[in-house]
Every structure is written in structure tokens, then in C-alpha cells.
């Protein structure tokens, strides 16, 4: 018998350890390549793994709800004797050693971003190298490249990637490849209802009093996946970034205006926009004219990296905690395109299937509290960012106008920012571009 050994990899987030979520195969199984193994939590999403190998399942190197270290063995396979032609990995799970030039490959997602600050302040090792036995004979045709989420995404819509051409890096098959195959090529993403968690964990759910009075006295909830990755990040960011903080009320009346105009047109039925859209835009189009506002602090390097694109963190709420995926490239984007984005991101991050790729290399975040029925707040700054934006919600309010005081809408907006290199005086300006944004955005979103 010939074993091959599948580690677990590094999924592109600087990932220290996963959770067991759902194993999808079991001892004596015969699986294919690309076939999905297991669902993982990490500290950021749910991810699901695919098969390096072909071959049968010897052992399972855990069980559901362990916690599996970086590098340590997932599952065992036979790849010789009555299973199918057992080939080289997609991805082989054998990195090269320090100092011959190579990156890691992620399975299913390719290079990790070795550059990112925040990468490398959380890259932690399990182990320095991992060598694995394995018996390479001719391989059969490569099946075609995509991540999991996509993957399931294709199959759950009965879409064939062997047929697709990957508009991806090195020719990743992406979501929208999947919607062009499905809607036609000049298809936009569509909007997906939102998931309304019904086993939303029991320190966020709403309580029913006297079901919660006559239970046990205290509640003890695991410290791990999100919630684990939240506290560690707040901690650091709090202890080691001197925060300052700014904000500004705005008369947002126009914004609510356009927003209602725009919901009246056709060709924008079933788009979901919100006033959040509209804050996006305009701290978006803030960067564009004061680029210092979408820096970070490298203190590592003694140097201050100033971004060219907006890679905009939207802190999403959801059945696993509060997790901020990021739309990259979002000052390119137009009105119709950032709603998308918004949607879309959100969507993904609370139906768990947001991807680790998802989760990295922001550059700008804004927290949305409207919702909840909040008039502000002043955040704590995600690592590796230089400023976070608040919304609060937009609600009616007595405002001087021409010297009458008269009811329009009102929207606070708060910005915390890290003073090490963003002083008060560029966050105050950025704050009023911001303002003077939603106080009358239809000609900016026009020329934009």
C-alpha cells in the first residue's frame, strides 16, 4: 500500500488552525480528485477542502468540532490497489523549503499575500516544513481550477466548469464566469435574499424571558472560529494603535430623495439600494482626493503604505459574529456596481461561504449601525487599516434651513483613525468631502 498524507493547508489568511466542521467522506470511502473532503471554520469563513488525491480513505485525522493545527494531517489515503488512478495533487501540499523562492500554494485559491502587514504580524506556523510520501504516476487530465464556493455554486445551478473559460489569475474559474453561463455574458450579479439565521447562536438571539429565566444561571460559549478572531484582533488593535475619533451630522434628505427616485426605476427593480451605498460612494470618492485616508501604518518597516485602490471592508452581522469581508477595487466601481458588491459580499458573508481571499487586504471599513436603530458609534480599527468609518441611521430630525428650522433626514457619521499617521485635521476634511457627498450626491454619481 502507498499512502499519501493530506495536511491542512494554509487557505490565504495567515491561518493558524481550523475548526472540524463537517467531514464529507469516511473511512474506506473511495474518492476522486477535487472531490470535497471536509468543511473547515476558520477564524474567518467556512471553507471547504477538496481532494489532493484520488485513492480510498484510510484514516480521519479527527473528529467534528477538533481543532486541527497549520501543517498537521487531515486524512490519510491509499493511492495504490482497487481505487481509482491515483494521480499527483492539484495542488501539492509539499511546500518548498525556505529560501529556494517559492510561495505556498493555497489549494483552490493560489498565492497567499506574503506582502500584507497584517498576514505577516499573524503568520504563525505550526511547523516549518512539512514533507509528505507520495507515488506520482502519470496524471489524468487536470480538472478545471476554481475554490470551493464555487464550485458548490456551479454544481447546486447545474453548471458544467469543464465547459468554462476561467477569467481569473492563471485562469480561475470565478463566480461570474458561473453567472455568464448561466444568465449570458453580460450579466450582473444577482441579489440574494439575505439568510435570517434561525439557529442564530444563543448570545446574539433575542431571548424569550421566562424560557431564560428558569434556565441555568450561566452560559459558557467557546472562544473560537469568528469569535476568537474578533477579540484577538479588537485586543491588538486597542493595545497597540492610539485611536482618535471625529464625526459629523449631515443633512442626508437628498440622499434619501435619490435613493427614492432610483428605486421608482425600472431597469433598477429588485436592486437593493440603501443609504449605505450612497456612504460608500462617497468615501470612496474621499480616497480618490485624499489617498492618505486609505494608508496603514507598517510599523515593522518604519514606513506609512499609502493604497491606490480602495479595497472597502463592509462589517457584515452574522450567525457566526461580526466578520468584514472587502470589495476590492471598489472606488472603480459605479452606483449599480458597488450595491452588487455590498449585497453580494453581505450575502456570502452571512450564509458562511465567504472565502478567505474575501477577508483579506482591506484598506478602508465601514460599519453600517443604522439598522439596529443606533445614532453613532465610534469603532475600534480592524488591523492593518488606517480608518473606519461609522453610519449611524438615517432618521427624521429638526434642521435650520435658510434660518427656519424644518424636518429633514439626518445621518451621523463617526471616524475613528489611527493618529500615528492620519491626524485630525485630514480625518476632519474626509469627513466633510464625506458630508458634502450626501448632502447632494446626484451630480457626483452622475459625472462619476
Same mark, same amino acid.
Given at each position: 500500500?502507498?499512502?499519501?498524507?493530506?495536511?491542512?493547508?494554509?487557505?490565504?489568511?495567515?491561518?493558524?488552525?481550523? %475548526?472540524?466542521?463537517?467531514?464529507?467522506?469516511?473511512?474506506?470511502?473511495?474518492?476522486?480528485?477535487?472531490?470535497?473532503?471536509?468543511?473547515?471554520?476558520? =477564524?474567518?469563513?467556512?471553507?471547504?477542502?477538496? !481532494?489532493?488525491?484520488?485513492?480510498?480513505?484510510?484514516?480521519?485525522?479527527?473528529?467534528?468540532?477538533?481543532?486541527?493545527?497549520?501543517?498537521?494531517?487531515?486524512?490519510? $489515503?491509499?493511492?495504490?490497489? &482497487?481505487?481509482?488512478?491515483?494521480?499527483?495533487?492539484?495542488? /501539492?501540499?509539499?511546500?518548498?523549503?525556505?529560501?529556494?523562492?517559492?510561495?505556498?500554494?493555497?489549494?483552490?485559491?493560489?498565492?497567499?499575500?506574503?506582502? =500584507?502587514?497584517?498576514?505577516?504580524?499573524?503568520?504563525?506556523?505550526?511547523?516549518?516544513?512539512?514533507?509528505?510520501?507520495?507515488?506520482?504516476?502519470?496524471?489524468?487530465?487536470?480538472?478545471?481550477?476554481?475554490?470551493?464556493?464555487?464550485?458548490?455554486?456551479?454544481?447546486?445551478?447545474?453548471?458544467? *466548469?469543464?465547459?468554462?473559460?476561467?477569467?481569473?489569475?492563471?485562469?480561475?474559474?470565478?463566480?461570474?464566469?458561473?453567472?455568464?453561463?448561466?444568465?449570458?455574458?453580460?450579466?450582473?450579479?444577482?441579489?440574494?435574499? /439575505?439568510?435570517? +439565521?434561525?439557529?442564530?447562536?444563543?448570545? $446574539?438571539?433575542?431571548?424569550?424571558?421566562?424560557?431564560?429565566?428558569?434556565?441555568?444561571?450561566?452560559?459558557?460559549?467557546?472562544?473560537?472560529?469568528?469569535?476568537?478572531?474578533?477579540?484577538?484582533?479588537?485586543?491588538? !488593535?486597542?493595545?497597540?494603535?492610539?485611536?482618535? =475619533?471625529?464625526?459629523?451630522?449631515?443633512?442626508?434628505?437628498?440622499?434619501?430623495?435619490?435613493?427614492?427616485?432610483?428605486?421608482?426605476?425600472?431597469?433598477?427593480? #429588485?436592486?437593493?439600494? !440603501?443609504?449605505?451605498?450612497?456612504?460608500?460612494?462617497? *468615501? @470612496?470618492?474621499? =480616497?480618490?482626493?485624499?489617498?492618505?485616508?486609505?494608508? @496603514?501604518?507598517?510599523?515593522?518597516?518604519? %514606513?506609512?503604505?499609502?493604497?491606490?485602490?480602495?479595497?472597502? +471592508?463592509?462589517?457584515?452581522?452574522?450567525?457566526?459574529?461580526?466578520?468584514?469581508?472587502?470589495?476590492?477595487?471598489?472606488?472603480?466601481?459605479?452606483?449599480?456596481?458597488?450595491?452588487?458588491?455590498?449585497?453580494?459580499?453581505?450575502?456570502?458573508?452571512?450564509?458562511?461561504?465567504?472565502?478567505?481571499?474575501?477577508?483579506? &487586504?482591506?484598506?478602508?471599513?465601514?460599519?453600517?449601525?443604522? /439598522? $439596529?436603530?443606533?445614532?453613532?458609534?465610534?469603532?475600534?480599527?480592524?488591523?492593518?487599516? #488606517?480608518?473606519?468609518?461609522?453610519?449611524?441611521?438615517?432618521?427624521?430630525? /429638526?434642521?435650520?434651513?435658510?434660518?427656519?428650522?424644518?424636518?429633514?433626514?439626518?445621518?451621523?457619521?463617526?471616524?475613528?483613525?489611527?493618529?500615528?499617521?492620519?491626524?485630525?485635521?485630514?480625518?476632519?476634511?474626509? *469627513?466633510?468631502?464625506?458630508?458634502?457627498?450626501?448632502?447632494?450626491?446626484?451630480?457626483?454619481?452622475?459625472?462619476?
Amino acid at each position: 500500500m502507498s499512502e499519501a498524507v493530506f495536511h491542512l493547508p494554509d487557505v490565504g489568511e495567515g491561518l493558524v488552525e481550523a %475548526e472540524i466542521v463537517t467531514w464529507k467522506v469516511a473511512v474506506g470511502d473511495v474518492v476522486a480528485l477535487n472531490q470535497p473532503l471536509i468543511d473547515i471554520e476558520t =477564524a474567518k469563513a467556512t471553507v471547504e477542502l477538496p !481532494s489532493p488525491y484520488a485513492g480510498t480513505v484510510v484514516a480521519l485525522h479527527g473528529e467534528v468540532g477538533d481543532i486541527i493545527l497549520v501543517d498537521a494531517p487531515l486524512i490519510t $489515503f491509499d493511492v495504490t490497489g &482497487g481505487a481509482p488512478s491515483p494521480v499527483a495533487p492539484a495542488t /501539492p501540499p509539499v511546500e518548498a523549503p525556505v529560501g529556494e523562492g517559492r510561495q505556498a500554494v493555497l489549494i483552490g485559491y493560489g498565492v497567499a499575500d506574503e506582502d =500584507a502587514p497584517v498576514t505577516r504580524q499573524r503568520r504563525r506556523r505550526a511547523s516549518a516544513e512539512v514533507v509528505a510520501t507520495t507515488t506520482v504516476v502519470a496524471p489524468r487530465a487536470m480538472a478545471p481550477r476554481s475554490t470551493p464556493p464555487v464550485r458548490l455554486y456551479a454544481k447546486q445551478h447545474g453548471v458544467d *466548469l469543464g465547459g468554462l473559460h476561467g477569467s481569473g489569475r492563471d485562469g480561475l474559474i470565478t463566480r461570474s464566469d458561473v453567472e455568464r453561463a448561466l444568465h449570458g455574458p453580460d450579466v450582473t450579479l444577482p441579489v440574494i435574499s /439575505p439568510s435570517v +439565521g434561525a439557529d442564530r447562536p444563543s448570545h $446574539f438571539a433575542g431571548r424569550d424571558i421566562e424560557a431564560w429565566s428558569s434556565g441555568p444561571l450561566e452560559e459558557r460559549i467557546p472562544v473560537r472560529g469568528v469569535l476568537r478572531s474578533m477579540a484577538e484582533a479588537m485586543t491588538t !488593535s486597542a493595545f497597540s494603535v492610539p485611536r482618535a =475619533a471625529a464625526w459629523v451630522r449631515v443633512d442626508a434628505t437628498r440622499t434619501v430623495e435619490l435613493l427614492d427616485s432610483l428605486r421608482r426605476q425600472e431597469r433598477l427593480a #429588485g436592486l437593493r439600494l !440603501s443609504p449605505l451605498t450612497i456612504v460608500a460612494m462617497a *468615501l @470612496c470618492d474621499a =480616497a480618490r482626493h485624499y489617498p492618505g485616508i486609505n494608508s @496603514c501604518f507598517d510599523a515593522d518597516a518604519a %514606513e506609512v503604505v499609502v493604497r491606490r485602490r480602495v479595497n472597502l +471592508g463592509i462589517a457584515a452581522n452574522t450567525d457566526r459574529g461580526l466578520v468584514v469581508p472587502s470589495i476590492k477595487g471598489a472606488d472603480t466601481l459605479d452606483l449599480v456596481s458597488m450595491t452588487s458588491a455590498i449585497n453580494s459580499l453581505v450575502d456570502t458573508a452571512r450564509a458562511g461561504t465567504a472565502t478567505p481571499a474575501d477577508m483579506i &487586504g482591506t484598506t478602508l471599513t465601514i460599519t453600517n449601525v443604522g /439598522p $439596529f436603530g443606533v445614532d453613532g458609534a465610534v469603532p475600534i480599527l480592524p488591523p492593518g487599516t #488606517g480608518a473606519i468609518v461609522c453610519v449611524g441611521q438615517v432618521a427624521k430630525s /429638526p434642521w435650520v434651513v435658510d434660518d427656519q428650522v424644518v424636518v429633514r433626514h439626518v445621518v451621523e457619521l463617526s471616524m475613528a483613525f489611527d493618529h500615528r499617521h492620519i491626524d485630525g485635521a485630514l480625518a476632519s476634511t474626509v *469627513l466633510r468631502h464625506m458630508a458634502d457627498y450626501l448632502h447632494d450626491p446626484a451630480p457626483r454619481i452622475i459625472a462619476g
